[in-house]
């Protein structure tokens, strides 16, 4: 096991108490990789851009009117790359699985999006019957990518493997992806309507429920900080309204924000990660099922 971070700064939040492992609900997990991310890098620096945006966050929550840090939020030390895609997945996948046996609720901070197939690996293994709900601009469902499966396009393709899936936002793919699409599971943005993604949600996907971020599914005009900046994206609002309704519905049991790409200079879109973050602990922790 990883050791916690204690001190502060460093840690997500600038907890007004020295937070306390065995105390903590939350679990941070950074994960600077992008071994394998294909036009611009640098999501690597994501997890320590978020943490460092962190501080800035107010404790208090207003749209559930809850103070999520009290339920104990640690972050974890990095998990470090190693020399291959694969190598580097399974490190995330052990480090993750053992934060769920000890009963954290894993929250993965990308890095490239295919440190999810290691946060889904340790999950699914977890929580038997295991759902995933994917946003993303991306579908991320090629069975392999520049000689690795584990390449951040083939995220979903692993997913697939495991788990059901519902994926939302979605507005660039191969042509070869279209056979792999089930129908119904994938909703574009170009059409995007909450009341079909919801109704597919109760459909498709069954309780416990994994979420994964992917912060491109963003529109550029509020997340630019992505390798991938694809236009015509969802609002925030639009996202965490789905994910508000999300958590009512489903019990999510683990979640990740990946891919943010730091823009030197310009720190709106670390917040905006953050801000993601500490919304969805808010959410998890006003409850639903
Ligand atoms: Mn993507």
């Known amino acids: 096991m990883t050791p916690p971070l204690h001190a502060n700064p460093g840690a997500f939040g600038m907890l007004p108490e020295a937070p306390d492992y065995a105390a903590s609900r939350f679990a941070i997990l950074p994960l600077p990789y992008d071994g394998t991310t294909t036009w611009q890098n640098g999501a690597a620096r994501g997890p320590q851009a978020i943490l460092d945006a962190s501080p800035a966050l107010e404790y208090y929550d207003i749209e559930t009117g809850t103070e999520p840090y009290r339920e104990g939020l640690i972050t974890m030390a990095p998990v470090e790359p190693a020399g291959t895609p694969e190598a580097t997945i399974e490190r995330i996948r052990a480090a993750a699985a053992a934060l769920l046996r000890d009963g954290k609720t894993v929250v993965g901070l990308g890095g490239e999006h295919s440190v999810t197939i290691g946060l889904v690996q340790a999950h699914a293994a977890h929580f038997p019957g295991l759902s995933v709900l994917q946003f993303d601009a991306h579908t991320d469902t090629r069975d392999s990518y520049l000689g690795s499966r584990c390449n951040h396009a083939c995220a979903m393709a692993r997913v697939a493997e495991l788990c059901d899936y519902v994926q939302v936002g979605i507005r660039s793919m191969d042509v070869a992806e279209t056979a792999r699409l089930r129908p119904g599971r994938t909703f ?3 059409d995007h309507d909450e009341a079909a993604i ?9 309780d416990p429920l994994y979420v994964t971020i992917d912060l491109d599914v963003l529109d550029p005009s509020e997340m630019p900080a992505t390798g991938t900046p694809e236009p015509g994206g969802l609002r925030y609002r639009q996202l965490t309204r789905l994910l508000a309704e999300v958590c009512r519905r489903r019990r999510v049991v683990g979640f990740d924000v990946v891919e ?7 720190r709106a879109p670390d917040f905006l990660a953050a801000r993601l973050v500490y919304q969805l602990l808010a959410f998890l922790t006003a409850g639903g099922r």
């Open 188 to 190: 574009y943005a170009h």
């Open 198 to 206: 919801l109704a597919a949600i109760e459909r498709e996907l069954r």
């Open 260 to 266: 943010l790409m730091p823009i030197e200079g310009f």
